[in-house]
Each structure stands twice: as structure tokens, then as C-alpha cells.
């Protein structure tokens, strides 16, 4: 592996700053854990910021000639401990984007700070690349009310046993909705006029909402890989499904009564949201 000393800098960028003369990371101060290679690749990717940098040139800081590795997964396995440790997704990148079979480039804007190096943010057309495609990453589903930056990690079998609660606690509302339809239809004809279109929502939604819950709890029971991608692709047509379903307390208005069918539904209106919350809490690895 090569060892070739870096240059005594130290970068900032977003919430973190990088030394490359002590091999650190830092968040807000506080030291993020990096392996030495992951580290490696960010700092070269730092120095060329906006700039393509290809695998083979990756390959030749990381390992000499005369060194056999399988390069292609261990390279892919190096970007996804770097990405994990900047919370940066493959998907939705903010600070690592990758070019197909080619290399990556850095495309937030970078401040260095050192002896040969200027303390100035990126400028020309790869600093408007870069903002571009950071306010596009951040005005996406992954900044709804909260950033994966400021989201602690959470042992990933906590919320596998929390999310999967939550897929059976929707499976039971569309199962006993769907059984006790009579039922439903008698509570409906006091509310509304026109109650066969109410009956009819309930019946469409619970057979959508079934197959796409059973997906999730599959998914999170078997512990699918990049649940958490896949969850925010699901995200804008399992969000109005749940805050329909979050009115389901008042189809047992007899039994529960008013107050408490009020109460249950303040609660499931921000449920959606707890679910994205437990993905980003649980499921930090990104994408390759």
C-alpha cells in the first residue's frame, strides 16, 4: 500500500473538517472514526474537489503495483465506510458523487486551510456544480423536518423491532377494517352522506396498503440491504396512505369514544414520519 505522506492541510467542508496530517475527521468538533484508506480516498478527493477522479488513480494512491487485492469490491467497500461516515448517500449525494465505472468527484464546496493552500471556498463552475446538487440533495425527502446529520445512530435491531411494529399495527387496521366492513359502513352512514365512496377508499387503500406492508416487514425482518433507499422511494405514496389510515380511530368511535379517536389520530399523523426517522437512525450504510 502506498504511503506517500499528504500534504499538512486541513479541509472544511459542511459540518466537517478533515487534517490530513493527523489522519482525523472531525463533526462539529467531534472526532468522526475513519479508516485509514476511506480517509485516504477523501483526502484526495478533497485536493481534486470538482474534479473527476478516477478508480485507477484511486488504486494507485491506495496500493502499489506488485499488490494483489480485488480491487473493484474493496474499492466499493472503502467508498461505503467513507460515505457511512459522512452520512452521504450514492443515491442523494451530498459531498460524493459517483460516475459510472469511471471514478468520483467531490461536489460540496471545500475550504482549505494550510501553508499551499488559500482559505477559500470552491469557486467557478464546480462550486455552482456542487451547491447544485447539495440544495437539490437537501430540498429532497431525506430533509423532511430532519437532516441525517442530526440524527443520532441507533442500534439497527432497536429499530428493526420498532419499524416492524408499526408495518403490523397497519396490517391490523387494514385486516379488521376489511373484516368488519358492516360495521364500518353503520359508523360511516352517521357521519357522512355518501358513505359508499368512504367504503370504498377503505377497501382500495387496505388492499394497496397490504401487499406494501408485508414488503416493508419483509424487508425489515430479513434486514434487505439499503432498506432504508428504498423506504425513501416509497416515501411519497406511503405518506398520504398512512395520513388517510391516521382517521382510523373513528371507525371504532362507538368503543373508544371521541376523545380518545382524537387522541389516537394526532398520534398516527406522525407516524409517516417516525418511520423515515427509525430508517435514518438504523440504516446509515449508503448505497454503492
Same mark, same amino acid.
Given at each position: ?173 387494514? =385486516? ?7 360495521? =364500518? ?22 388492499v394497496v396498503g397490504i401487499p406494501t406492508r408485508l414488503y416493508l416487514l419483509a424487508g425489515v425482518v430479513f434486514d434487505v440491504r439499503d432498506l432504508d433507499r428504498k423506504f425513501q422511494k416509497l416515501f411519497p405514496f ?51
Amino acid at each position: 500500500m502506498s504511503t506517500a505522506p499528504r500534504p499538512q492541510q486541513r479541509f472544511r467542508f459542511g459540518v466537517f473538517e478533515a487534517d490530513a496530517a493527523t489522519g482525523e475527521l472531525r463533526k462539529r468538533g467531534t472526532k468522526v472514526r475513519v479508516q485509514e484508506q476511506p480517509f485516504q480516498v477523501l483526502v484526495l478527493l478533497l485536493e481534486r474537489r470538482g474534479e473527476l477522479v478516477t478508480r485507477e488513480e484511486i488504486r494507485q494512491v491506495l496500493w502499489s503495483d506488485d499488490t494483489f487485492v480485488d480491487f473493484d469490491h474493496s474499492l466499493n467497500t472503502i467508498i461505503n465506510k467513507l460515505r457511512d461516515a459522512l452520512g452521504d448517500s450514492a443515491a442523494s449525494p451530498r459531498f460524493i458523487e459517483t460516475l459510472a465505472r469511471r471514478g468520483y468527484r467531490f461536489i460540496a464546496p471545500v475550504e482549505a486551510m494550510g501553508e499551499n493552500a488559500p482559505a477559500a471556498a470552491l469557486t467557478n463552475e464546480a462550486s455552482a456544480a456542487a451547491r447544485s446538487n447539495s440544495q437539490a440533495a437537501t430540498a429532497g425527502p431525506a430533509s423532511l423536518l430532519s437532516h441525517p446529520d442530526d440524527i443520532p445512530s441507533v442500534p439497527r435491531g432497536l429499530v428493526r423491532v420498532l419499524f416492524s411494529l408499526i408495518q403490523v399495527m397497519y396490517l391490523c387496521f387494514y =385486516v379488521i377494517s376489511l373484516a368488519k366492513l358492516p360495521a =364500518v359502513e353503520t359508523v360511516v352512514e352517521t357521519a357522512v352522506s355518501r358513505p359508499h365512496w368512504i367504503l370504498a377508499l377503505v377497501m382500495v387503500t387496505a388492499v394497496v396498503g397490504i401487499p406494501t406492508r408485508l414488503y416493508l416487514l419483509a424487508g425489515v425482518v430479513f434486514d434487505v440491504r439499503d432498506l432504508d433507499r428504498k423506504f425513501q422511494k416509497l416515501f411519497p405514496f406511503v405518506f398520504p396512505l398512512d395520513e388517510l389510515w391516521a382517521l382510523a380511530p373513528f371507525l371504532a368511535v362507538n368503543q373508544f369514544g371521541v376523545g380518545l379517536a382524537f387522541a389516537a389520530t394526532a398520534a398516527l399523523l406522525y407516524l409517516p414520519f417516525s418511520q423515515r426517522t427509525l430508517m435514518l437512525m438504523g440504516y446509515r450504510k449508503a448505497e454503492r
